[in-house]
């Protein structure tokens, strides 16, 4: 009995973690007159956050955040073009650490 419990739970587990897909507009324009909007008079918002993907030819990842306003844009971008994921606002910084 034991272990037939022990089978259900591994097979719901993996049941339960299926991923999903998701398909999202985004808006994209060139990377220079989107950085240039984003630090501009507008939003004034600063990149806090850069990633790159494993891959450096790939995409890079950025998170701009007014201080002021706490709006915040998520974009992805290359060397020509760059996209919108995401932008809101009630930004609140949750690292406590030093600043780097």
Not at 14 to 31: E, N, P, R, Y
Not at 49 to 71: C, H, Q, R
Request: aromatic share 12%; with cysteine; proline share 3%.
């Amino acid at each position: 009995m034991k272990y037939i419990l022990i089978i259900l739970v591994l097979i719901f587990g993996f049941v339960a973690a299926q991923t999903i897909s998701l398909q999202k507009t985004v808006g994209c324009i060139s990377t220079e007159v989107m950085l240039q909007g984003l630090s501009g008079s507008d939003y004034k918002e600063k990149p806090i956050w850069m990633g790159i993907e494993s891959d450096p030819a790939m995409s890079k990842y950025s998170l701009f955040v007014n201080d002021d306003t706490k709006t915040w844009t998520l974009i992805q971008f290359d060397n020509t073009i760059a996209c919108v994921l995401g932008t809101g606002g009630f930004s609140t910084y949750i690292f406590t650490g030093p600043k780097i």
